[in-house]
């Protein structure tokens, strides 16, 4: 490992991203939800924290906005529509963690344009149960939950700044 990254544990990540998603105005239930997308896409896709950091510094609402935004997602199967288009695109961080949802029960995804990282912004998704769906194996999981994640040092120690302002700090919790 070298300096400009920094080892942390998956949990780590959904409570840094919870907290500053709470100090930008997101509800607990959004904050929640953020914290496990982002969490999810930075340890199967990498970026996941780079794209919130966008999102939360792009303005205000920008965050529960692209989130809302990534909810249309989730109602793609009750409608029985196999696309969901955006006019704003939606970072596929926020995508990630559901479409892999849709895999684990058979349908496949495709994205416009193709998925490359939690900061690729996505402008349509595309469902089909013909479509073979290739299930994310478990080993990335493992492996963070066993060893951590390698992050940037710059980001997390932005996200640690953020989350720093949700009510007490984790090194004021610690020192208690």
Same mark, same amino acid.
């Given at each position: 490992?070298?300096?400009?990254?920094?080892?942390?544990?998956?949990?780590?990540?959904?409570?840094?991203?919870?907290?500053?998603?709470?100090?930008?105005?997101?509800?607990?239930?959004?904050?929640?939800?953020?914290?496990?997308?982002?969490?999810?896409?930075?340890?199967?896709?990498?970026?996941?924290?780079?794209?919130?950091?966008?999102?939360?510094?792009?303005?205000?609402?920008?965050?529960?906005?692209?989130?809302?935004?990534?909810?249309?997602?989730?109602?793609?199967?009750?409608?029985?529509?196999?696309?969901?288009?955006?006019?704003?695109?939606?970072?596929?961080?926020?995508?990630?963690?559901?479409?892999?949802?849709?895999?684990?029960?058979?349908?496949?995804?495709?994205?416009?344009?193709?998925?490359?990282?939690?900061?690729?912004?996505?402008?349509?998704?595309? !469902? *089909?149960?013909?479509?073979?769906? $290739?299930?994310?194996?478990? +080993? &990335?999981? %493992? #492996?963070? !939950? *066993?060893?951590?994640?390698?992050? $940037?040092?710059?980001?997390? +120690? &932005?996200? %640690? #700044?953020?989350? *720093?302002?949700?009510?007490?700090?984790?090194?004021?919790?610690?020192?208690?």
């Amino acid at each position: 490992m070298n300096s400009l990254k920094t080892v942390v544990a998956p949990r780590e990540i959904k409570d840094q991203i919870e907290r500053g998603s709470r100090v930008f105005g997101c509800e607990a239930s959004g904050a929640y939800r953020l914290g496990e997308d982002i969490t999810f896409c930075e340890i199967h896709y990498g970026k996941g924290i780079s794209s919130w950091l966008q999102l939360a510094y792009s303005n205000l609402d920008s965050l529960t906005e692209a989130l809302k935004r990534s909810f249309s997602i989730g109602a793609l199967l009750e409608q029985e529509l196999l696309e969901v288009h955006w006019d704003t695109p939606v970072p596929f961080a926020l995508l990630a963690r559901s479409l892999h949802e849709y895999e684990r029960h058979g349908v496949g995804w495709s994205c416009e344009p193709d998925a490359v990282s939690g900061n690729s912004e996505i402008n349509r998704v595309y !469902l *089909s149960s013909d479509k073979p769906t $290739s299930v994310l194996s478990s +080993n &990335k999981m %493992d #492996e963070a !939950l *066993s060893y951590g994640i390698e992050v $940037s040092t710059i980001e997390w +120690n &932005k996200l %640690d #700044e953020i989350a *720093s302002q949700f009510l007490l700090s984790e090194k004021t919790l610690d020192g208690l």
